[in-house]
C-alpha cells in the first residue's frame, strides 16, 4: 500500500487558482498510473485528471484547459494546478495511484487501489 499525502486545498473565490499536491514515495511515477479525483457528499469519487507511465495524461472535459497534473520528480508529489476555478470545482480532492492503469473518466473507488485522504477546496461565487 502506497502511501499519499495531499496538501493545498482551502477556500478561493470563483475564478481564482488553488496548487494541490501529494506527496509520494521516489519513483512513484515510474511504476503507477497516478490521478486526481474528487468527490462531493452523496455524490460518486470522479476522476479528473490523470498521467500515466510514460507521462501521457489526460483530463475530463470540465476541466480541460484549466487543471493541469504533473509530476515533480524531484519533491515526489503529484501536483494539480487549478485555473479559473469554479464554485461547480468545490469538492474534496484525491490522489489516486494504481500499478495498472484507469483514465480520467473513471468513477468509484475500484479506480485505483491506493488513496490519499484528500485535501477540501472550496470555490465561492
Known amino acids: 500500500q502506497l502511501k499519499l499525502v495531499e496538501s493545498g486545498g482551502g477556500s478561493v473565490q470563483n475564478g481564482g487558482s488553488l496548487r494541490l499536491s501529494c506527496a509520494t514515495p521516489?519513483?512513484?511515477?515510474?511504476?503507477?498510473?497516478m490521478g486526481w479525483f474528487r468527490q462531493v457528499p452523496g455524490k460518486e469519487r470522479e476522476g479528473v485528471a490523470s498521467i500515466f507511465k510514460n507521462g501521457v495524461t489526460a483530463y475530463i472535459e470540465d476541466v480541460k484547459g484549466r487543471f493541469t497534473i504533473s509530476h515533480d520528480n524531484v519533491k515526489n508529489t503529484l501536483d494539480l494546478q487549478m485555473n479559473n476555478l469554479k464554485p461547480e470545482d468545490t469538492a474534496r480532492y484525491y490522489c489516486a495511484a494504481d500499478a495498472g492503469s484507469f483514465t480520467a473518466y473513471c468513477r468509484g473507488l475500484h479506480c485505483a487501489s491506493n488513496w490519499g485522504q484528500g485535501t477540501q477546496v472550496t470555490v465561492s461565487s
Open positions: 521516489a519513483y512513484t511515477y515510474r511504476r503507477y498510473t
